[in-house]
């Protein structure tokens, strides 16, 4: 029986990008695994496979209920997005900044939510 998934993001600055997920996710509950590895409890998720051309790859999105108002209230925190929100016709979407130089995507979506 499947329990739950491990999500893995390799980073050039994991200690920044730790911190920066703590914040983003304060209510996630996170645990010392030994030797500075800290894992952090994500909020339900989904997953969705679709469909390629190219090499398989993988990405990992947040969601939100507003994505304008957390927008704001994580830029006042100093997180950092690049480029503004987009409207995809499934939802509302823009990509978070991480310090380690990777990115994670945060969205509104519009379409049924499986996570609960």
């Known amino acids: 029986m499947i329990t739950g998934a491990h999500t893995i993001i390799y980073s050039a600055d994991a200690a920044a990008d730790r911190a920066l997920l703590r914040e983003l996710l304060p209510d996630g509950r996170a645990v010392d695994a030994g030797g500075g590895w800290t894992i952090i409890g994500l909020p339900p998720g989904e997953v969705a496979v679709h469909p390629t051309d190219g090499a398989p790859q993988h990405e990992l999105y947040l969601m939100c209920d507003d994505v304008e108002a957390t927008v ?12 503004g ?10 990509t ?7 990115s994670l995507g945060l969205y509104q979506p519009r379409h049924p939510v499986a996570a609960g």
């Open 85 to 94: 929100i987009t409207d995809q016709g499934w939802g509302l979407l823009t």
């Open 72 to 83: 704001a209230d994580l830029t006042s925190r100093g997180v950092v997005f690049e480029g």
């Open 96 to 102: 978070i900044r991480l310090p380690g130089d990777g």
